[in-house]
């Protein structure tokens, strides 16, 4: 089945500074979506990007589907940018259900 | 936004011990999804569904079973709870399958097995 590389495992920045998340699929993936948990909390949808380069907000994800790798960019992070970043894809052709990384725990200081 | 709400939020038990978890969504979403979450292993599927009366089998099925009896409720049942179940568990939603449709998560249960 779909495996999927989250890296790095965990990151501290200094606020403003930029945030960098990578994704790594082993095969070529159909869909990719990146997820946001909160300290402590529940997980909710950021964006939905198959392919290309899409944006919302302060965050922009790029995904090369034929090298199997996607990014989560977060420009001029926030303290409340803190929490853990998943990537997940749906995990074969014939099934609805998904495949998640191990998330990348991000830490922004004041 | 779809609301889903899962009961209890925390929960303690032993060894041996019946467990049910409870999950209720009210957007009429086809797909629900119960994971769990530890550390060290992100978030891993144990069942899910695509609708009143069906259930599919997720990545870590063992010792849970599951029943989806109404388009708005999904229950996960732990008939003899062992340490190992320990966890957080999320239930979540979705209208259709995969990762083209967003899946819209509980609050999570927290659950110990002592």
């Known amino acids: 089945g779909q495996q999927v590389q989250q890296s790095p495992a965990s990151l501290v920045l200094q606020e403003g500074e930029n945030a960098e998340l990578q994704c790594n699929f082993s095969?070529?993936?159909?869909?990719l979506q990146w997820f946001y948990q909160r300290p402590g909390g529940s997980l909710v949808s950021l964006l939905y990007n198959p392919s290309g380069t899409k944006h919302t907000g302060r965050l922009t994800s790029t995904t090369v589907t034929k090298e199997r790798r996607s990014s989560l960019h977060i420009s001029s992070s926030q303290i409340t940018d803190s929490g853990t970043y998943f990537c997940a894809m749906k995990a074969g052709a014939n099934t609805g259900k998904l495949t998640f990384g191990h998330g990348t725990i991000l830490r922004v200081h004041p | 936004e779809a609301a889903v709400t899962q009961s209890p939020r925390n929960k303690v038990t032993v060894t041996g011990g019946n467990v049910t978890l409870s999950c209720r969504q009210t957007?009429?979403?086809?797909?629900m999804y119960w994971y769990r979450q530890d550390t060290g292993h992100g978030l891993r599927l144990i069942h899910y569904s695509y609708g009143a009366g069906n259930l599919q089998i997720g990545d870590v099925p063992d010792g849970y079973k599951a029943t989806r009896t109404t388009q708005e409720d999904f229950f996960l049942l732990l008939e003899l709870a062992s340490p190992s179940q320990t966890s957080l568990y999320f239930c979540?939603?979705?209208?259709?399958?995969?990762?083209?449709?967003?899946?819209?998560f509980g609050p999570g249960t927290r659950l110990l097995v002592l």
């Open positions: 979540a939603s979705s209208e259709r399958g995969g990762a083209r449709y967003t899946q819209y």
């Open positions: 095969s070529t993936a159909t869909q």
């Open positions: 957007n009429s979403h086809n797909y």
